[in-house]
Antibody
């Protein structure tokens, strides 16, 4: 069974750094991109970007480029999302999701982590 | 902001059929994938490609596309289908690709 297990909730102060994780199991981690998705309180889903665990190539949404960094450690089947200086506006739920592509080249997110709640408040 | 648009809410009587729409230029070229999200839960894939359902997605979910609009149809809506539904599709411009989500449609089952 494919599973993505994310790290627990975080409460941070503005300006602090943070790294959250997403560990995959039940599949070959290096074979599937990982996408990160943000959900602001009471709002919709936002595609942040994705990373290829096989070579750490990243592909960010322009809205998030320069604000977050995605990385992976394929030796432990784990993807990371990190901030160097959090803002109150980063308060959200962050989901990781496993990418898949069907035989016709259609991209989709076939398994999701449970989400990590990040609260940034002074 | 999203380049995909969705109706904010739709309602359907129990057992009836409802269609959720997702509009955007990219949909003329690429298929959308669809995700269901219930309160307090992570999103779940319900449809992808032309009209492919992942394992576990009920066969009352189906999809289609016409021009720049993708459709998710729930035939015989059940109470458990009450949720937010999001479409997701590649941005039609540029490389590397960016994948937008629509703003979501809240489905009420009456």
């Amino acid at each position: 069974e494919v599973q993505l297990v994310q790290s627990g909730a975080e409460v941070k102060k503005p300006g602090e750094s943070l790294k959250i994780s997403c560990q995959g199991s039940g599949y070959i981690f290096s074979n599937s991109w990982i996408t990160w998705v943000r959900q602001l309180p009471g709002k919709g889903l936002e595609w942040m970007g994705r990373i290829d665990p096989s070579d750490s190539y990243t592909n960010y949404s322009p809205s998030f480029q320069g604000h977050v960094t995605m990385s992976t450690d394929k030796s432990i089947s784990t993807a990371y999302l990190q901030w160097t200086a959090l803002k109150a506006s980063d308060t959200a739920i962050y989901y990781c999701a496993k990418n898949a592509v069907d035989g016709s080249g259609n991209y989709f997110l076939d398994s999701w982590g449970q989400g990590t709640v990040v609260t940034v408040s002074s | 902001s999203s380049e995909l648009t969705q109706d904010p809410t739709v309602s359907v009587a129990l057992g009836q059929t409802v269609t959720i729409t997702c509009q955007g230029d990219a949909l003329e070229k690429y298929y959308a994938s669809w995700y269901q999200q219930k309160p307090g839960q992570a999103p779940v894939l319900v449809l992808y490609g032309k009209t492919n359902r992942p394992a576990g997605s009920p066969d009352r979910f189906s999809g289609s596309r016409s021009g720049n609009t993708a459709f998710l149809t729930i035939s015989g809506a059940q109470a458990e289908d009450e949720a937010d539904y999001y479409c997701n599709c590649r941005d039609s411009s540029g490389s590397p690709p960016v994948y937008d989500f629509g703003p979501g449609t809240k489905v009420f089952v009456l």
